[in-house]
T-cell receptor, first 110, second 113 residues
Framework: EDQVTQSPEALRLQEGESSSLNCSYTVSGLRGLFWYRQDPGKGPEFLFTLYSAGEEKEKERLKATLTKKESFLHITAPKPEDSATYLCAVQAQGAQKLVFGQGTRLTINP | EPEVTQTPSHQVTQMGQEVILRCVPISNHLYFYWYRQILGQKVEFLVSFYNNEISEKSEIFDDQFSVERPDGSNFTLKIRSTKLEDSAMYFC???????????FGEGSRLTVL
């Protein structure tokens, strides 16, 4: 069964303090790994897709990386507006469904 | 920017009642989905829909659930006889292709009493 585990569950940082969020996964043939951002009471907002180990994607202060077993979302010099829950999801080969992790709730204090 | 819209934003219903949640996907998207998120839990896949038929569904999506695209713009999720455990946020999503770059709506919160 495909599984996604994210750590930590919650992370509190000071503005400007860089850190990384982890997503460990097991999947029967990875088609893609996805990062989403979710604000309270809202739907997930697409950030990145990664398809193969070694791939990296960047967007503003965020950078996502992928290995054969995990993905990291690096946040550099975060701002308070980066506070949200970050969700990781995997899609197996031949499947349409995304399997989501529990998410990491990130809080950036000014 | 195109977006997925969902109605209602919040619905309260009595156990055993039928509920219909509505969604307008992004206009040029061909694949449509329903996911749900019980409070404090993971986002869970329910069903995907393409070319006017279900293309994939989860174990959660039993006979109590159905989906329909009644016209060229709407996509609906019907729950025939709601249970307490159906209380959740229901998200509609759409994608241009058979890929995971899903665009989600704001969600419909269903409360079953």
């Amino acid at each position: 069964e495909d599984q996604v585990t994210q750590s930590p569950e919650a992370l509190r940082l000071q503005e400007g303090e860089s850190s990384s969020l982890n997503c460990s996964y097991t999947v029967s043939g990875l088609r893609g790994l996805f990062w989403y951002r979710q604000d309270p009471g809202k739907g997930p907002e697409f950030l990145f897709t990664l398809y193969s180990a070694g791939e990296e994607k960047e967007k503003e202060r965020l950078k996502a990386t992928l290995t054969k077993k995990e993905s990291f979302l690096h946040i550099t010099a975060p701002k308070p507006e980066d506070s949200a829950t970050y969700l990781c999801a995997v899609q197996a080969q031949g499947a349409q469904k995304l399997v989501f992790g529990q998410g990491t709730r990130l809080t950036i204090n000014p | 920017e195109p977006e997925v819209t969902q109605t209602p934003s919040h619905q309260v219903t009595q156990m055993g009642q039928e509920v219909i949640l509505r969604c307008v996907p992004i206009s040029n998207h061909l694949y449509f989905y329903w996911y749900r998120q019980i409070l404090g839990q993971k986002v869970e896949f329910l069903v995907s829909f393409y070319n006017n038929e279900i293309s994939e569904k989860s174990e959660i999506f039993d006979d109590q659930f159905s989906v329909e695209r009644p016209d060229g713009s709407n996509f609906t999720l019907k729950i025939r006889s709601t249970k307490l455990e159906d209380s959740a946020m229901y998200f509609c999503a759409s994608s241009e292709g058979w890929a995971g770059e899903l665009f989600f709506g704001e969600g419909s919160r269903l409360t079953v009493l």
